[in-house]
């Protein structure tokens, strides 16, 4: 058993936990109402975005997969970094990684204080905010036995949902049952102005828009420290990435525009925008955004469950690379990285503050800091695994059980993908005039973000060289 002096993770992830936090990190907010904006960009050619992200994002688990197999160890592609291309990269990596989740995670609290207000239209945000941040700490604090069953029931609760609104768009489709009309079929997908209905240009940005969509799909890798048998659960968590995208993704997408003209989908607005919403109310239940808002609720506290999981322990691996002070390398009793919870949890507590000063916009200032930074962990954890193939022989190369198909040019295909995707996102104003900042001020913000990381790198390391003379 541990104790307060070790710095031993505990393996107390079963193969189900790790199999529904990958599910879990796959299915978001980014589905249940994010597809509204991506099908109105792309039209039915939101279809092929989904799945060309989608493969971009299996790739690079792959990748990632392939060295935590091989080194099943906390802090995933940091770890991996550090001791494959060098102490820098590890710190970059992994202090970015770290950075951009305590950002996702104070979104995600914002979220929370705004879709409660749905019932509670009195109760502060920040109050929400509060109560979440507070109850999450604690299940995270207890054991990641606990972790691990937060995380499958709220991966439950957003697969069910999937699976009924699946299950339910088809029988209307093809059955005729509810108030099914001549608008409905097969045929949605190219009658209305074709399948590229809004041309190339809205297309390539609902990429971009998609992409971002699997950010935490990555989260995986991380768990392998923890996982009680890693060489199994991972291979089959990541090889079945695929299919869930497949099922979630590409197949409720596709009910949504057979049973709707694809530019009525999310027509109403508020939480009646949500596509799901559109369904379930098509079949006259009253409480459709209700149900909607209950499982985007536990979609979004699952979020910061699983950003607080994650940002401990890069943390605790930063410290074990001497990249983060001494004492976030302590666990607790029950094998849980006691400082980095509490840190990771505790200056989150911004939000709260945000919240306060400025109720209603504290999502969105959260999340367009953080998305550039998901590109940037990305195309480090594909350069880490070349700089970690480059580092081994043919004969160790042979022996890896779990190994990225076709590298190095799978990696480079996906560099080149995210390398589109930043252009993209720079020129997103002319390439589709009055679609805002939002995706341009992440670039420019992004080489002032990597300056300071390096920064503060140099000026850490030559403090510790002069402590040690």
């Keep these: 058993m541990s104790n307060e002096n070790s710095e031993q993770l505990s393996r107390g992830l079963k193969n189900r936990h790790i199999q529904m936090i990958a599910l879990g990190g796959t299915i978001g907010t980014g589905l249940f109402y994010g597809s509204r904006t991506t099908i109105s960009l792309a039209g039915p050619a939101v279809l092929i975005s989904y799945a060309l992200a989608g493969f971009i994002i299996y790739l690079i688990l792959r990748a990632m997969g392939e060295m935590s197999v ?44 705004v879709y409660v207000k749905y019932w509670l239209p009195g109760c ?12 999450i700490t604690a299940i995270n604090l207890i054991n990641v036995k606990l972790y691990g069953e937060f995380e499958f029931w709220f991966a439950i609760i957003k697969v069910g949902t999937i699976i ?28 209305y102005n074709g399948f590229f209905a809004t041309g190339a240009a809205p297309f390539f940005v609902s990429i971009v828009a998609v992409l971002f969509s699997f950010g935490g799909t990555e989260l995986v890798g991380i768990t392998a420290g923890e996982a009680e048998n890693p060489k199994k659960s991972i291979p089959l968590a990541i090889n079945r990435v695929i299919a869930r995208i497949l099922m979630f993704y590409i197949i409720s997408i596709a009910v949504m525009l057979m ?25 006259n239940i009253p409480a459709a955004a209700g149900i909607i808002n209950f499982v985007v609720l536990s979609a979004a506290v ?30 607790g009793k029950a094998g849980t990285p006691v400082h980095s919870i509490i840190l990771s949890s505790g200056i989150t507590v911004i939000v709260v503050i945000i919240s306060i000063v400025a109720p209603g916009q504290a999502f969105g200032y959260m999340m367009s800091t953080a998305t550039i930074a998901i590109i940037i962990n990305w195309a480090m954890i594909l350069i880490t695994h070349l700089m970690f193939r480059r580092k081994r022989s043919a004969e160790e190369i042979n022996q890896l059980s779990f190994k990225m198909p076709l590298t190095p040019y799978s990696n480079y295909f996906c560099l080149v993908c995210l390398v589109c995707m930043v252009l993209i996102m720079l020129f997103s104003q002319k390439i589709l005039p009055g679609f805002g900042n939002d995706f341009v001020i992440p670039v420019i913000i992004a080489p002032i973000w990597i300056i300071i990381l390096t920064i503060f790198y140099f000026t850490t390391k030559s403090a510790r060289a002069k402590k040690n003379d």
């Design 70 to 113: 091989d080194k099943p160890v906390a802090g995933a592609f940091s770890q991996f970094a550090y001791d494959n291309w060098g102490p820098y990269a590890g710190f970059l990596s992994g202090w970015n990684y770290w950075f951009t989740y305590i950002f996702v995670s104070m979104a995600e609290l914002a979220a929370v204080g």
């Design 259 to 283: 049973m709707f003209p694809w530019d009525q989908i999310g027509a109403e607005g508020g939480f009646d925008g949500s596509p799901f919403v559109q369904v379930f109310r098509y079949l």
């Design 302 to 331: 699952s979020v910061y469950n699983s950003c607080l999981y994650s940002n401990s322990r890069m943390l605790h691996a930063l410290s074990l690379q001497g990249n983060a002070p001494k004492v976030f390398q302590k666990t």
């Design 164 to 191: 009924l609104f699946i299950v339910l768009g088809i029988v209307i489709i093809f059955f005729g049952v509810g108030n099914h009309n001549a608008d409905m079929g097969v045929s949605n997908l190219w009658k």
């Design 124 to 135: 502060p945000e920040w109050l929400s905010a509060l109560i979440c941040l507070l109850g």
